[in-house]
């Protein structure tokens, strides 16, 4: 079983940045996948980024690539994201996703078991 809490969302001006954790409760992460996806109103919900835990390898998608940062912190069990040069189009509830799954998966949000409840990130013009 693995648990997961989002935080850090809330309103920025664009351009500015901000930083989403995940903190992960889980006996082991050893071979899990953590991801961040976003759904905005009235639209499907999209991948933003990964990272697996064993060796910290990171997956962007297109939507912010160049924009944003995936790490994670071992000895806090917790994975940020942290945006940038934040766009009105950025605005979203976005969420942390965990799960035991290949390369080939990492994109794809019904790949992942665990979700957080989601953190709102508002970026007003």
């Known amino acids: 079983q693995v648990q997961l809490v989002e935080s850090g969302g809330g309103l920025v001006q664009a351009g500015g940045s901000l930083r989403l954790s995940c903190a992960v409760s889980a006996r082991t992460l050893s071979g899990y996948a953590m991801g961040w996806f976003r759904q905005a109103p009235g639209k499907e919900r999209e991948f933003v980024a990964a990272?697996?835990?064993?060796?910290?390898?990171?997956w962007y998608g297109d939507s912010m690539k160049g924009r944003l940062t995936i790490a994670r912190d071992n000895a806090k069990n917790t994975v940020y994201l942290h945006m940038y040069r934040l766009k009105p189009e950025d605005t979203a509830v976005y969420y942390c996703?965990?799960?035991?799954?290949?390369?080939?998966?990492?994109?794809?949000?019904?790949?992942?078991?665990?979700w957080g409840q989601g953190t709102q990130v508002t970026v007003s013009s």
């Open positions: 996703a965990a799960g035991l799954l290949g390369d080939h998966g990492l994109g794809l949000d019904r790949e992942y078991t665990y």
């Open positions: 990272i697996r835990w064993i060796d910290d390898s990171p």
